[in-house]
């Protein structure tokens, strides 16, 4: 069964939703409103996660996904009066110096055709000039490399789906009346970054994009810009570190779960589910680290877990970390690790818990069963007409260290629980880790969430 990406606006719930063979999936964080750019798109990417882990048919569901982009496109100029017997025709105008008239038709066959319009003649449209020197063919040099980094572990793979979306934008942005990705490398100076940063303020203004993913798009066509000069294939616009060239983010106030709702949670989760949910409390771990846990670093016998986090375990000065257990938890752990391998837990079908991967076709992919589960625990909240809980999985590693923190009983526990790397000279050269105040913290933690 084909599956396409449009979602729906859930009013009640504020948050969007989509249904799929009967069932309906609410996506997307809960609590915002419908023009949040960010979180509609933290919603289509739980819906590729869902679509991932059901039977589908690949050809049908790139027609299906083919015949919706194409419908979506905006329709600028109309031809009028035009049909095709046996045909499905989508009439839109494209300004590319001046007007023209395309329809692009979907044949009974699910083949796809773009023809041009002269009167009622149908022509084939002139192919567009491909510049064997463009700024498409240097960003797709750029991410071939960003790509094998992805591929050998130096890089993370979401930030190479990042940019591979970021510099797509980039390139489809018409400037001085053609798309960047048709230019010439020449053509990146000064005023294209202007201009760029321009049209990000106005995407912000106009509600398109949020602050926060503006300047991520702005960073990244700044990042490619960097590596080109340094590849001596462009100059190196003079704007480039400019202070006027930002995008100010507002201060968001920290989110955190109530302990009622991490209760319910507990009383309706499965016990993998269970497990999961304490980890991240317990030791403040995020699904990407609970998916690369490795037996070395669990100790069953003494019930610590001792680790650096891997987002950081690259860094020189992250710190690796002990975290004592809680009853409950190494309980659920002896259960369901696994007794070979080189991670603790893994699927029901033997893949790691969270995984990416680059396809054929160069794009990302990504598999989040922690999260899966996490939605699954969350619908289950909202039963008998209850209301459902709000939140995501990484909001309890916050939610352990804010109430660690706020207690006000343990001094720099709460630094140490989220593994973050020394932030002065002193906690880098002089400071020992308080590895007791830490190891109180997290039984008091345990307490607190259980009672």
Same mark, same amino acid.
């Given at each position: +069964?084909?599956?396409?990406?449009?979602?729906?606006?859930?009013?009640?719930?504020?948050?969007?939703?989509?249904?799929?063979?009967? /069932?309906?999936?609410?996506?997307?964080?809960?609590?915002?409103?419908?023009?949040?750019? !960010?979180?509609?798109?933290?919603?289509?990417?739980?819906?590729?996660?869902?679509?991932?882990?059901?039977?589908?048919?690949?050809?049908?569901?790139?027609?299906?996904?083919?015949?919706?982009?194409?419908?979506?496109?905006?329709?600028?100029?109309?031809?009028?009066?035009?049909?095709?017997?046996?045909?499905?025709?989508?009439?839109?105008?494209?300004?590319?110096?001046?007007? &023209?008239?395309?329809?692009?038709?979907?044949?009974?066959?699910?083949?796809?055709?773009? +023809?041009?319009?002269?009167?009622?003649?149908?022509?084939?449209?002139?192919?567009?000039?491909?510049?064997?020197?463009?700024?498409?063919?240097?960003?797709?040099?750029?991410?071939?490399?960003?790509?094998?980094?992805?591929?050998?572990?130096?890089?993370?793979?979401?930030?190479?789906?990042?940019?591979?979306?970021?510099? &797509?934008?980039?390139?489809?942005?018409?400037?001085?009346?053609?798309?960047?990705?048709?230019?010439?490398?020449?053509?990146?100076?000064?005023?294209?970054?202007?201009?760029?940063?321009?049209?990000?303020?106005?995407?912000?203004?106009? !509600?398109?994009?949020?602050?926060?993913?503006?300047?991520?798009?702005?960073?990244?066509?700044?990042?490619?810009?960097?590596?080109?000069?340094?590849?001596?294939?462009?100059?190196?616009?003079?704007?480039?570190?400019?202070?006027?060239?930002?995008?100010?983010?507002?201060?968001?106030?920290?989110?955190?779960? /109530?302990?009622?709702?991490?209760?319910?949670?507990?009383?309706?989760?499965?016990?993998?589910?269970?497990?999961?949910?304490?980890?991240?409390?317990?030791?403040?771990?995020?699904?990407?680290?609970?998916?690369?846990?490795?037996?070395?670093?669990?100790?069953?016998?003494?019930?610590?877990?001792?680790?650096?986090?891997? %987002?950081?375990?690259?860094?020189?000065?992250?710190?690796?970390?002990?975290? %004592?257990?809680?009853?409950?938890?190494?309980?659920?752990?002896?259960?369901?690790?696994?007794?070979?391998?080189?991670?603790?837990?893994?699927? +029901?079908?033997?893949?790691?818990?969270?995984?990416?991967?680059?396809?054929?076709?160069?794009?990302?992919?990504?598999?989040?069963?922690?999260?899966?589960?996490?939605?699954?625990?969350?619908?289950?909240?909202?039963?008998?007409?209850?209301?459902?809980?709000?939140?995501?999985?990484?909001?309890?590693?916050?939610?352990?260290?804010?109430?660690?923190?706020?207690?006000?009983?343990?001094?720099?526990?709460?630094?140490?629980?989220?593994?973050?790397?020394?932030?002065?000279?002193?906690?880098?050269?002089?400071?020992?880790?308080?590895?007791?105040?830490?190891?109180?913290?997290? &039984?008091?933690?345990?307490?607190?969430? +259980?009672?």
């Amino acid at each position: +069964m084909a599956v396409n990406n449009k979602l729906t606006w859930f009013a009640p719930r504020k948050c969007w939703k989509k249904k799929i063979k009967g /069932k309906v999936y609410y996506l997307g964080p809960g609590g915002v409103n419908k023009s949040d750019r !960010e979180a509609k798109r933290q919603a289509q990417e739980e819906l590729e996660e869902i679509k991932a882990t059901l039977t589908r048919d690949p050809e049908a569901e790139a027609l299906a996904k083919r015949r919706a982009e194409i419908k979506a496109e905006p329709l600028r100029v109309v031809a009028e009066n035009l049909s095709f017997d046996g045909f499905e025709a989508i009439r839109r105008g494209l300004v590319d110096g001046k007007a &023209e008239h395309i329809a692009t038709i979907i044949g009974d066959d699910g083949k796809i055709k773009k +023809m041009g319009i002269k009167g009622r003649q149908l022509v084939k449209p002139k192919p567009r000039k491909k510049l064997s020197n463009s700024i498409t063919g240097l960003i797709d040099e750029y991410l071939a490399g960003v790509r094998a980094s992805a591929k050998a572990g130096s890089k993370s793979m979401g930030r190479y789906a990042t940019l591979l979306v970021h510099l &797509e934008k980039f390139c489809n942005w018409a400037h001085d009346g053609q798309p960047v990705g048709e230019q010439e490398p020449a053509a990146i100076r000064t005023s294209m970054l202007s201009q760029w940063h321009i049209h990000l303020l106005e995407q912000i203004g106009a !509600e398109t994009f949020s602050p926060k993913y503006a300047n991520d798009l702005l960073s990244s066509v700044k990042q490619f810009i960097s590596w080109a000069w340094e590849q001596e294939k462009c100059g190196l616009p003079r704007n480039l570190r400019s202070k006027s060239l930002t995008i100010p983010i507002p201060k968001k106030r920290p989110q955190h779960m /109530k302990l009622s709702d991490i209760r319910r949670l507990l009383e309706v989760a499965s016990d993998r589910t269970t497990l999961y949910i304490l980890l991240a409390l317990n030791t403040g771990m995020t699904a990407k680290d609970i998916s690369d846990l490795h037996p070395d670093e669990l100790n069953v016998r003494k019930g610590t877990i001792t680790r650096a986090r891997s %987002k950081t375990r690259r860094h020189a000065n992250a710190p690796t970390v002990t975290y %004592k257990l809680w009853p409950q938890t190494i309980k659920l752990l002896k259960q369901h690790r696994q007794k070979q391998g080189d991670r603790v837990l893994l699927t +029901m079908k033997g893949d790691p818990l969270v995984r990416s991967w680059i396809k054929d076709d160069g794009k990302a992919a990504k598999v989040d069963s922690i999260r899966l589960a996490w939605l699954r625990a969350i619908k289950a909240t909202g039963r008998d007409d209850q209301q459902e809980v709000k939140g995501t999985f990484k909001l309890l590693r916050a939610t352990g260290a804010n109430l660690i923190e706020q207690s006000g009983k343990f001094n720099g526990a709460a630094t140490l629980y989220l593994a973050h790397s020394p932030g002065t000279v002193a906690d880098q050269h002089y400071l020992a880790s308080n590895q007791k105040s830490l190891d109180n913290a997290v &039984e008091w933690l345990g307490k607190k969430i +259980m009672a």
